[in-house]
């Protein structure tokens, strides 16, 4: 059983326009998130992260929601370049940030368009 | 900063054969895990060293899979004998394991096709 989902296996976006990568969690014990970013034959790169003590985390053109009473967070992309154009994995753990497990979803392929 | 190096890239093997991947993570960093990451899924824990120590093995299937950290540096991780459904990227990471900001910093992968 997935504890982790991303039910939007892909994502087609103008550039300059907003991206939105979704993911949704079962598991309330979770309480770190994060957001990696992978490109072809490359490693998964950390992105951005939020604690469950917070609603919102931003880094520049990078913003990341948790809704914690809907277990649903978002990973918002503006204005999206080209070279965003990647797999996103969200991911999640308990027991806090580097102690635990990463539990990832199955990814969100982003191809942002000029 | 040197990032984590694996070896090698690429492995093709034919069922019942055995594979070695190897592992060097960022200096000083004292976590080390290892993922498989199967086509079209996201990356899913084998085992997590602390240090030279294992810390959660409990989705490594210990029937053909092993992994070693002798000195708390390096690590390898060995199938034998592999399955077709073994084939997929074997992914490296490293952590500091201070703080908590969950940071894992990624190899490349290695990538392993069994016929």
């Known amino acids: 059983d997935q504890q982790v989902k991303q039910n939007s296996p892909s994502l087609s976006v103008q550039e300059g326009r907003i991206s939105i990568l979704n993911c949704d969690y079962t598991n309330s014990m979770f309480d770190y998130f994060l957001w990696y970013k992978k490109y072809p034959a490359e490693g998964p790169t950390f992105l951005i992260s939020i604690s469950s003590i917070k609603d919102k985390n931003e880094d520049g053109r990078f913003t990341v929601f948790l809704n914690k009473s809907a277990k649903h967070l978002s990973l918002h992309i503006v204005p999206s370049q080209p070279g965003d154009s990647a797999v996103y994995f969200c991911?999640?753990?308990?027991?806090?940030?580097?102690?635990?497990?990463?539990?990832f979803g199955k990814g969100t392929k982003l191809s942002v368009k000029p | 900063e040197a990032g984590v190096a694996q070896s090698p890239r690429y492995k093709i093997i034919e069922k019942r054969q055995s594979v070695a991947f190897w592992c060097n993570p960022i200096?000083?960093?004292?976590?080390l895990y290892w993922y498989q990451q199967i086509l079209g899924q996201g990356p899913k824990l084998l085992i997590q060293f602390q240090n030279n120590g294992v810390v959660d093995d409990s989705q490594l299937p210990k029937d053909r899979f092993s992994a070693e950290r002798l000195k708390g540096v390096d690590s390898t991780l060995k199938i034998q004998p592999a399955k077709l459904e073994d084939s997929a990227v074997y992914l490296c990471a490293s952590s500091s394991g201070t703080g908590d900001d969950g940071e894992l910093f990624f190899g490349e992968g290695s990538r392993l096709t069994v016929l």
């Open positions: 200096s000083g960093h004292a976590t």
């Open positions: 991911a999640a753990s308990a027991g806090g940030g580097s102690q635990g497990n990463l539990i």
